[in-house]
């Protein structure tokens, strides 16, 4: 990787476990309550148990091999595909798919909506991808944002993956109003705190405790500061020159906030920043009950946050941060699907490349948790290479002929080995 990235508590466990499959902090639980293992769930990314994030890890890799021109098995695709319920929405994980599922309990916003993000990116699931459309707008708030769950209070992080779900479909967010003609992102910027705020929560998002009470947030300021963007998690490579960060402005306006996606967007960049520079490059866990520490999934949440707005030089920090061995950032992520997609995501968003992370090929290592899967040559690839690649088996055929007939008539090859590819 080149040494500067620049140039080029959510209720219950199911919430907890959609953001834990990217902290340093939480593990996923092991095979210990007869869930079925991957080797009966064909198709699906990662060997750890799937109950609570199986649809969520599986999203996420698809869409980051669709960053890096990797074309995922059918079997993967149709194995997301499969989750899907009758109604559109989406379980954490169905052990059981014949098995109906239940719209007051078992389905959840951000599994749709990232489903949805990651069956786009795919492709050739076009009717999966407007059941899943239609789940989010019929079960969409009066405020024009989403909850955890159907009837839930919206909240910043299902409502901002809502919003990537309309943006992967190339379908406006803004347009996307409930009933009373409130945007989802009405609803998302509620949720940020402005200028009556001390100085360095100014421009955090906030999630909103049991009692309502907003709480600074980081890692739902990760979330929003992307959906603000009008993104979803797939972020093509910011071109042009690094865009600086812009600090909210508020002067002697204590009631001042952002009024629009773009300057929510904008003040939420600067205080991820702040806050990273205040941390030497890194983010702390939001996670309650965990221990206080570096969160690498968290960082690496404002990596592609940054990025996707333009803030390389903002950006390069985090991502330095996850590069440097001493972090053991792909100790931490390797074998596990959801990390490793979220790092190659980040990364390419960036401007660097996955293939060559701290001498890691992110690509492969998350490849290889899955099924087998071609892939198509690598970005890193020139031209010139590929000539001489076509050159070379060029010579070998020529040189093949001459051989056959050196050794006369009457020798037969009976077949082939055929190759797989990842």
């Given amino acids: 990787m080149a040494p500067s990235f620049a140039v080029h508590a959510r209720r219950g466990a199911a919430a907890l476990a959609t953001a834990a499959v990217l902290s340093a902090a939480v593990a996923p639980a092991a095979f210990a309550d007869g869930s079925p293992s991957p080797a009966t769930a064909p198709g699906l990314y990662g060997k750890k148990d799937p109950q609570f994030d199986g649809v969520f890890r599986q999203s ?3 869409l980051a091999q669709k960053a890096t021109n990797v074309a995922p098995p059918k079997q993967a695709t149709d194995w997301l595909a499969g989750q899907q319920c009758a109604d559109g929405g989406f379980a954490a994980y169905r052990a059981d798919t014949a098995k109906a599922c239940d719209p007051k309990a078992g389905e959840f916003t951000d599994q749709t909506a990232l489903a949805v993000q990651g069956l786009v990116a795919a492709g050739g699931h076009g009717d999966a991808v407007k059941k899943g459309l239609d789940w989010l707008k019929a079960h969409q708030n009066e405020d024009g944002g989403w ?5 839930s209070p919206s ?3 299902s409502t901002s993956t809502a919003i990537g779900a309309y943006a992967a479909a190339g379908q406006d967010p803004a347009k996307a109003t409930a009933k009373g003609g409130k945007s989802p992102y009405d609803a998302l910027i509620g949720f940020q705190l402005g200028c009556d705020q001390k100085e360095d929560e100014r421009g955090v998002f906030a999630y909103p405790d049991q009692k309502g009470k907003l709480a600074p947030n980081d890692l739902a300021t990760t979330a929003a500061a992307l959906a603000a963007l009008g993104k979803g998690y797939l972020v093509a490579p910011a071109k042009g020159g690094d865009m600086p960060v812009k600090p909210l402005e508020c ?3 204590e009631s001042a906030k952002p009024k629009d996606a773009p300057s929510a967007g ?11 520079d205040a941390n030497g490059g890194f983010l702390r866990t939001s996670m309650p009950g965990t221990a206080e520490g570096p969160d ?3 960082t690496t949440d404002a990596a592609l946050s940054l990025a996707a707005g333009g803030h ?4 390069d920090k985090p991502l330095k941060w996850l590069h440097a061995e001493t972090n053991e950032t792909a100790d931490w992520a390797k074998g596990d699907p959801g990390r490793l997609s979220k790092l190659v995501l980040a990364v390419h968003a960036a401007g660097a490349n996955p293939r ?3 001498g890691v090929d992110l690509v492969q290592q998350l490849t290889a948790t899955g099924p087998k899967a071609e892939a198509s040559p690598s970005s890193t690839e020139t031209k010139d290479e590929k000539k001489k690649d076509d050159d070379t088996i060029g010579i070998w055929w020529i040189v093949g002929i001459f051989f056959v007939a050196s050794v006369g008539v009457g020798f037969l090859i009976s077949g082939r080995n055929k190759k797989q590819q990842l």
């Fill in 356 to 358: 060559d992370f701290a």
């Fill in 296 to 298: 690498a999934g968290l």
């Fill in 147 to 151: 909850g955890m769950t159907p009837g």
């Fill in 266 to 276: 904008a003040a939420a960049a600067a205080y991820l920043a702040a806050k990273l």
């Fill in 60 to 62: 996420l890799a698809l």
């Fill in 251 to 253: 002067a002697d306006d």
């Fill in 312 to 315: 390389l030089g903002a950006a």
């Fill in 155 to 157: 909240d910043p992080n």
